[in-house]
């Protein structure tokens, strides 16, 4: 079944009535479009949209602030999406600012003390707070107030310093990495999974009607396949393919169109790229499909080896093609396999052939 045949009628509605208005209107316009701009618009994660929906509405009625919320999950799923959203919700200000930043507790003092009652807060990479910094977010949150130390040695004094009510939005990749005092404190947690092809597909179809491109049912399956199940990964890849069928193929993305232009840009069939099939060559071909360790697999790759481990590791693992032992890293069947050869019956790996 075709990605327009699954559409309900309403469905298809309610993505005409979105990409319609900004149809041919110039790229730089449109990029900030490209973004929901309410939980209606968003596009799957339907358990958190449905609990972040009732959290805001009840907020509303009771014409109180929302409890603080932390989004965690991989990068391009739509956490600061989601935040942007969360303000425009509540019709308040949104104010940016990210973990690494914040290097200081005065740049936190700073930051807090100019929120607007009822201001939303994001605070992306959370979990890359100076410690200083994150133990003064501590009574900020429970208490809408900090204390800001006047003077050095014996004679030093804390002054406090009330806040308006705000809500704060985090967002991290390693929720691991987060101090419990701090994560307790968040009134609301959810996590983004990856995305499913059908979902990255009715994305694909909003953005190309956002563009402007013109794109058939088979050019969207592609490319929602491919996608790595992150929006923010689709919608590149749709402006990269967009820039190919406008030089080679008359400006249409078919299916064949987009199979051409992914090729040209290093994308398989599975969705890996460059990155991907380097470490899994390396994996592969080098070190006889292992068990070898991060440093040097990234050696072998050129690249650091936080870079293989965020980057390329979660989505070779995810599937299948790749796993980690206490022996370190090594290929399965599937990850031979896909590089066309065949896995050998050893000992270490056989249990995951």
Same mark, same amino acid.
């Given at each position: 079944m075709s990605t327009e045949e699954s559409l309900s009628q309403a469905e298809q509605a309610e993505l005409d009535r979105l990409v319609s208005p900004l149809a041919g209107t110039d790229d730089q316009a449109i990029e900030g479009a490209l973004r929901p701009k309410s939980l209606d618009d968003f596009v799957g994660q339907g358990r958190v949209r449905e609990q972040l929906s009732l959290l805001l509405k009840s907020a509303l009625r009771r014409e109180r602030t929302p409890d603080h919320v932390l989004l965690s999950g991989p990068p391009g799923l739509g956490k600061t999406t989601i935040a942007m959203i969360i303000a425009a919700e509540l019709g308040a200000p949104l104010r940016i600012t990210s973990g690494p930043a914040i290097e200081r507790s005065g740049d936190l003092a700073a930051v807090l003390s100019t929120l607007s009652e009822g201001e939303v807060l994001f605070i992306d990479e959370i979990h890359r707070l100076a410690r200083p910094a994150e133990e003064m977010l501590y009574l900020a949150m429970e208490d809408f107030r900090v204390d800001i130390v006047?003077?050095?040695?014996?004679?030093?004094?804390?002054?406090?310093?009330?806040?308006?009510?705000?809500? %704060?939005?985090?967002?991290?990749?390693?929720?691991?990495?987060?101090?419990?005092?701090?994560?307790?404190?968040?009134?609301?947690?959810?996590? %983004?999974?990856?995305?499913?092809?059908? +979902?990255?597909? %009715? #994305?694909?179809?909003?953005?190309?009607?956002?563009?402007?491109?013109? #794109?058939?049912?088979?050019?969207?399956?592609?490319?929602?396949?491919?996608?790595?199940?992150?929006?923010? #990964?689709?919608?590149?890849?749709?402006?990269?393919?967009?820039?190919?069928? +406008?030089?080679?193929?008359?400006? #249409?993305?078919?299916?064949?169109v987009a199979r051409a232009a992914l090729e040209v840009y290093e994308v398989d069939e599975l969705g890996l790229d460059r990155l991907d099939r380097a470490v899994l060559d390396a994996l592969v071909r080098r070190f006889g499909g292992g068990p070898v360790g991060l440093s040097t697999l990234a050696v072998a790759v050129a690249e650091e080896g936080e870079t293989v481990e965020v980057v390329a590791e979660p989505f070779l693992v995810r599937n299948g093609l790749m796993a980690r032992t206490p022996r370190g890293r090594i290929a399965t069947r599937a990850g031979w396999e896909h590089l066309g050869l065949v896995p050998p019956a050893t000992p270490e790996n056989q249990s995951l052939f």
């Open positions: 006047v003077g050095k040695g014996p004679g030093a004094t804390a002054v406090p310093l009330d806040l308006a009510p705000f809500t %704060l939005v985090g967002a991290t990749t390693r929720s691991g990495l987060l101090p419990a005092p701090l994560r307790d404190r968040f009134g609301f947690t959810a996590h %983004l999974d990856l995305y499913a092809p059908g +979902e990255l597909s %009715l #994305i694909v179809r909003r953005s190309a009607g956002l563009l402007g491109v013109e #794109i058939d049912d088979g050019g969207v399956e592609e490319l929602g396949r491919r996608s790595r199940g992150t929006p923010r #990964i689709a919608n590149r890849l749709l402006r990269r393919v967009r820039d190919y069928a +406008e030089v080679r193929a008359g400006g #249409i993305v078919t299916r064949d």
